[in-house]
T-cell receptor, first 111, second 117 residues
Framework: DQQVKQNSPSLSVQEGRISILNCDYT??????FLWYKKYPAEGPTFLIS?????DKNEDGRFTVFLNKSAKHLSLHIVPSQPGDSAVYFC??????????FGAGTTVTVRA | NAGVMQNPRHLVRRRGQEARLRCSPM?????VYWYRQLPEEGLKFMVY????????ESGMPKERFSAEFPKEGPSILRIQQVVRGDSAAYFC???????????????FGPGTRLTVT
């Protein structure tokens, strides 16, 4: 039972443009959301998070938006850089240690 | 400042054998989590341990799987009598405190890819 879904398995974007990654969740108990980035042969690395009391959190080129009523969150990367090419995982928790992950979106940034 | 270390990185076992996966948390971290990633799926929580204690094993299959985090040494995930369906990437994560509400993020190791032939 996939409680966190990333419906786009891949995304290709031109360098300098915006990357938008989407994530949907079904469990209304989730109130803490995270994005992780993963390079091949490495573990996921924490990128940015957002609490359910907020609808936006920004950190440099990365911004996460949360729409609780739609149970939807998105990650914006502006501008996209070649080093951003990786797999991005959306994760959620009910404010505890059990993270539920989506299947990931592979981002390729074209020069 | 070494991160979370896992070994082996790749493990091949025949059906019926035992698999032992090791995880050394980041220095100073006393909370360890194991996740499993099946092909085409996201990581799924298996077990949460602190030193010498299993805190939550609700994500562990009831049979053949066990985990420990002894006072000294790495955390071990043990899979007895492996079957083809156990083939997956197993990730270990560690945190300074109990992850979540207190804001401690989980730091992941590179994973162990288990292949059962």
């Amino acid at each position: 039972d996939q409680q966190v879904k990333q419906n786009s398995p891949s995304l290709s974007v031109q360098e300098g443009r915006i990357s938008i990654l989407n994530c949907d969740y079904t469990n209304s108990m989730f109130d803490y959301f995270l994005w992780y980035k993963k390079y091949p042969a490495e573990g996921p690395t924490f990128l940015i998070s957002i609490s359910s009391i907020k609808d936006k959190n920004e950190d440099g080129r990365f911004t996460v938006f949360l729409n609780k009523s739609a149970k939807h969150l998105s990650l914006h990367i502006v501008p996209s850089q070649p080093g951003d090419s990786a797999v991005y995982f959306c994760a959620a928790s009910a404010y505890d240690y059990k993270l539920s992950f989506g299947a990931g979106t592979t981002v390729t940034v074209r020069a | 400042n070494a991160g979370v270390m896992q070994n082996p990185r790749h493990l091949v076992r025949r059906r019926g054998q035992e698999a032992r996966l090791r995880c050394s948390p980041m220095k100073g971290h006393s909370h360890v989590y194991w996740y499993r990633q099946l092909p085409e799926e996201g990581l799924k929580f298996m077990v949460y341990l602190q030193k010498e204690n299993i805190i939550d094993e609700s994500g562990m299959p009831k049979e053949r799987f066990s985990a420990e985090f002894p006072k000294e040494g790495p955390s071990i995930l043990r899979i007895q009598q492996v079957v083809r369906g156990d083939s997956a990437a197993y990730f270990c994560a560690s945190s300074l405190g109990a992850s979540g509400t207190f804001g401690d993020e989980q730091y992941f190791g590179p994973g162990t890819r288990l292949t059962v032939t």
